[in-house]
């Protein structure tokens, strides 16, 4: 999705051979979400396969082309952002902590074993051998559940805040609201 601010949960994962433009795609893995807009999505994973894609969208202006991608340049196929760097903000004096797990009821055990598992089939988590260990709980949100990480008595504790001081909005608004243009620029370090 373009955005992190919405989230879809996937039923599982299928793999199936596809066949496209009289190519054919060998074992490709789809994930499996409910009401899709359409029977299949084509993601990066498919894409990336080749040199370059070609969408004809039938709009009244000349083709839209953009030149060979340079290292600097920012493509959706070509973003490839480092992986964040785990404990980068802990407290030199701070050693992993395991916190006992707490009592649950036994459709809360259910339900934290469900999501685990769907989670695990889903290819979202994956299983650890850490020395970390935080407790899992169940909020209930209405006829709602969901799985929440209770950080404040490990990690967090250790963790050194990097605040500052927010912007004033208004004056954002304001130079958002003269300005006609607005330059983008995005530097990946490769």
Known sequence: ??????SIPTCGIAIA???FHNRTYPTTTFSVIKNLCSDVIV????LKLH????FVMNGPEEALTTP???????????????????FEFLLPECTPIATRSRKC?????KFIESEVQRLLAADIIEPARSP???QVLVVHQGPKKRLAIDYSTTINRFTLLDAYPLPNIEELVNNVEQARYYPLTIRFPY
């Open 43 to 46: 993601g990066q994973e498919l």
């Open 17 to 19: 051979t596809l066949s």
């Open 1 to 6: 999705m373009a955005s992190s601010e919405v």
């Open 51 to 54: 040199s370059s894609v070609t």
């Open 132 to 134: 970390w260990h935080a």
């Open 68 to 86: 060979p991608l340079k290292p600097q340049q920012l493509s959706v196929a070509a973003a490839r952002l480092d992986p964040p760097r785990l």
């Open 105 to 109: 009821t036994p459709e809360d055990a």
